[in-house]
Every structure is written in C-alpha cells, then in structure tokens.
C-alpha cells in the first residue's frame, strides 16, 4: 500500500506541484488549502505523514501541530516554511514538529526528509510476528536502559531522563540524543549523524543539525550542571560530562 500524505499549503502553485510530485514519487497525497481543513481531514482519515505550510491564514501550520500533538497524534509532521531564522525553526520544533524544509526547496530534499520519517515511525518488526490476542505482548528484559553521563534512555518506551528530571523530547530530538548517547565520549562527524538521523547528508550549508543540538541542549542544559553536548569545531558533537 502507498504511504498517505495530507498536504497543507495555502499556495495554489506550490501546493498543486508538491501535489503532482508526490503523487508520481508514489504516495496517496490528500492536498488541503488551510490548517482548518487540514484538521479535519487529519480526523477523518489519519495519514501516514503530515506536510504542512508553516504560514496559511486562519489557524496556520503550527497551530494544527499543536493540537494533534495534544491530542496525542504522533503522526510525524514535515514543516515548509520560508521564515529562515533559528527562532523560527525552533518554534516548529516546539510545536511537535519532526523536522521542517525551507523554501525554495528541492522537492528530492522533500522526498528524502520524507523517507526519513517513515523509516523511523515505522513499527520495528516482532520476530515471532507480534503480539496477538492469545500471545499477549512479552514483558520488556531487564537493563534496558542506556546511561551515560547522568542520563538515563529507556529507548523502547522512548523516556529519557537527566537525573531525576524526566525530559519532554520530539521523536527526532529522542533519537539524536540516544545516538549521542550510545556513543557517549566519541565524537561523532555531521555526515554520520545526518546518515543516522535522516538518512541523507543535506550538506555543508544545512543548519538543520545546529538547530537539534541547539534546541536539545536547551532541554539538556540545567543550572549549576555541567554541560553534556559538546561541539568539536570542523567536526561534529560529543557527548560527554566534564
């Protein structure tokens, strides 16, 4: 079966484009003109990936993130946006987005921040063919959990915590800090993260890997404590307690 795509765009041109790509690249697209009817439609029939406009009149972009995200939809959600600053971006993020592009955009980028997002919403598969009603599912094993540096991952429920404090993570920022953290004390290059995150390097000039860790060691980050995310220069990030 397709992948299913809800498109919010209040641009006919843009909208009507994106549209005819994605439909020759193969997904079921269903493509509204307003965050309302992106709403609605998301009630109606729940798509396998949101792409929505950050800008459109009425209720924009972020405000139909917001409410699914209080709703408890998980759907990961694919920003457009032309606003180009770092605050910006980070509103996105804030808002339950998964990741974002910004316009102009290449629509093969589009298409490649798409599979990235299906990969990692996509269920991993159980080796006994999953749980059934006459097989409930197993208890999780004992040491689950990935610590390092006074964080703790429970990456099956997806917890994360530093210290006591538990930690409120959009799915891309949980996957990121568990790669940072599963390689605790080894400095990772941006390609390899970007291979590993998103699987596909958007190169050199991205800002998309900066605006994470930016925003991540925001949630990190507390006083009187040590910095846990590191920056080597030219090279990529660490994770690590000084």
């Known amino acids: 079966m397709p992948h299913t795509v809800l498109l919010a765009e209040d641009d006919r041109a843009i909208r009507n484009a994106l549209e005819r790509a994605l439909t020759l690249e193969g997904y079921e697209v269903t493509a509204v003109a307003d965050g309302v009817e992106a709403l609605a439609q998301a009630h109606r029939s729940r798509p396998d990936v949101l792409v929505l406009d950050v800008m459109m009149p009425g209720i924009d972009g972020l405000q139909v993130c917001r409410v699914l995200r209080a709703e408890g939809d998980r759907t990961p959600v694919l920003m457009l946006t032309a606003l180009v600053e770092t605050a910006d971006r980070i509103a996105g993020l804030d808002a339950g987005a998964d990741d974002y592009v910004v316009k102009p955009f290449d629509v093969e980028e589009v298409f ?50 530093r210290g006591e404090r538990e930690l409120e ?74």
Do not use: C
Not at 116 to 144: H, V, W
Not at 210 to 227: C, E, F, I, T
């Open 112 to 161: 490649a921040r798409l599979r990235a997002l299906l990969r990692r919403a996509a269920p991993a598969p159980e080796p006994d063919g999953g749980p059934t009603a006459e097989q409930p599912p197993k208890p999780q094993p004992p040491g689950r959990f990935v610590e390092a540096a006074g964080l703790r991952m429970d990456p099956q429920a997806r917890r994360a915590w």
């Open 169 to 242: 993570l959009t799915r891309t920022e949980f996957e990121l800090l568990e790669l940072l953290l599963r390689n605790a004390g080894v400095v990772l290059d941006h390609a390899t993260i970007y291979d590993r995150i998103w699987g596909y390097d958007f190169g050199p000039g991205s800002k998309n890997l900066a605006v994470y860790v930016g925003y991540l060691r925001r949630k990190l980050d507390q006083p009187g404590a040590p910095q846990l995310i590191h920056t080597v220069r030219g090279v990529g990030y660490v994770l690590r307690e000084d």
